[in-house]
Structures are given as structure tokens and as C-alpha cells.
């Protein structure tokens, strides 16, 4: 169990959690939170915002009862974590481009400011949002540009050809549309998704997280959430 520092509420449904927790978790993995008894069952996966060893936050929306419940703890409530989870974005060099749409900004937080630290490449943060945007702020101070787009789609702000790597998450349909455009330019292989499946056990043991790629049936929580663009999208 670990002691909740801060619950801040970013918008109507969005909030950013810290807890005192050291770890060592890397960009683009989750974890599973309970903040609860037995019910719900299961704990909710959500992805590393930002970590410095001693404590780690993440940024979720409110979409059902266990991220209900985890919006209404206050600072020094109670929290377990299990994690880290899950594969990580890669460390690249050269011109790299973050593209995150709503709740799937979340781990660019964390994985621009790590690549930014090693000092081997620019980033360039590409931020849709449905009606507001969220923390472009603190997003400004890990990156070298932030291009935000709220109401439209900020996959027509990016020209992948800029690019040596390209990192994403957000809505499958946002996803989809990104490989498609760097795969027209040739970019198709330099597209890393996070995919956000659905998720149970976060460990790879209930396949209810499973997805089809190239090489077959994978599972997000295990072989995932980061996987190649053209691994998922290969049809």
C-alpha cells in the first residue's frame, strides 16, 4: 500500500494522481490500481505519466466505477500498485514526434521527458483533445514544440516525413489513421503504438487484452501496450 500525495482534478472527467512510490518504471509501461476492498474485482491499468523514482503519477479519465473510485481519494488515502507492466517506448535518437489523443496523452508526458534527458534527439508533442485542452503547459517544458488541436483531428498536424520515430496513443480509429499516413511516406516502420485494450489481470494470464498482429494473437498487457505500428495495423 502506498500513500496517495495529490488527486488533482484536471477537468470534469480527467485527474492526475501522485503517490510516494519508489520504482522504476519506464516510458510507456502501467501499472494496476485498487484503491478499494473486494468490489470491483479487478484493478484498473493505467499508464505512467511522470516518474523520478521516489514518485510516480498518472494521469486517468473517469470512465466507470473503479476510476470513480479512484477520483474520489484524497491525499494520504491508500493505494496498492502493481507494476511496472508492459513493454516500453524504445530510446531513439534523431527527430522524434509524439501524437496522443485525449486520455492516450497520458504516457508522452513521461516518455518526452526521458528522451529529452538522454540528449540524443528533438520532440515534438502532437496533443488532440474533444473540448479542452489539458496541461499543454507542463507538456512545453519536455518538449521543443507543442502542437495542440481541441474539436478537430491532430492527426492532419503532423507530416511524419520529419521524422526518424514516431510514438502514439490515443483511439484506435486516431491510431489506424496515423499508420496509414506514415505508411504512404515510407514512416510505416517508424511508428510505435500504445495500445489501450481492455484489461483484466495485467499480466497476461486472462487473454481478455489479446489482439491480432502480423505474427498473430498478442497480448496488450504483456507483449503490449507498445508494439510496432505495422504489427498491429498490417492489413
Known amino acids: 500500500m502506498s500513500k496517495i500525495i495529490e488527486n488533482e482534478q484536471l477537468s470534469k472527467d480527467f485527474f492526475l494522481m501522485t503517490v510516494q512510490y519508489p520504482n522504476k518504471a519506464r516510458m510507456g509501461q502501467f501499472y494496476m490500481l485498487r484503491g478499494w476492498g473486494s468490489y470491483p474485482v479487478l484493478s484498473r491499468p493505467v499508464s505512467v505519466f511522470d516518474s523520478n523514482c521516489e514518485t510516480i503519477s498518472f494521469m486517468y479519465k473517469v470512465v466507470g466505477e473503479g476510476t470513480a473510485l479512484l477520483s474520489a481519494m484524497k491525499p494520504g488515502d491508500s493505494v496498492t500498485l502493481q507494476g511496472p507492466l508492459g513493454s516500453a517506448f524504445p530510446f531513439v535518437t ?30 515534438d508533442l502532437y496533443l488532440g483533445f474533444s473540448d479542452k485542452a489539458l496541461l499543454a503547459e507542463k507538456y512545453e517544458k519536455v518538449a521543443d514544440k507543442v502542437t495542440v488541436n481541441v474539436g478537430g483531428f491532430i492527426t492532419d498536424e503532423i507530416d511524419p516525413t520529419g521524422y526518424d520515430a514516431i510514438f502514439t496513443c490515443g483511439p484506435e480509429i486516431m491510431m489506424k489513421v496515423l499508420y496509414s499516413k506514415c505508411e504512404a511516406v515510407g514512416k510505416g516502420e517508424a511508428l510505435y503504438v500504445s495500445i489501450e485494450n481492455r484489461m483484466a489481470c495485467g499480466i497476461g494470464a486472462c487473454l481478455v487484452c489479446s489482439c491480432k498482429t502480423i505474427s498473430g494473437n498478442k497480448k496488450a498487457c504483456k507483449d503490449g501496450p507498445v508494439l510496432k505500428g505495422s504489427e498491429v495495423f498490417f492489413a
Open 94 to 123: 534523431g527527430r522524434v514526434a509524439m501524437v496522443g489523443g485525449g486520455v492516450g496523452i497520458a504516457p508522452l508526458y513521461y516518455a518526452a521527458k526521458e528522451l529529452k534527458k538522454a540528449g540524443s534527439c528533438t520532440v
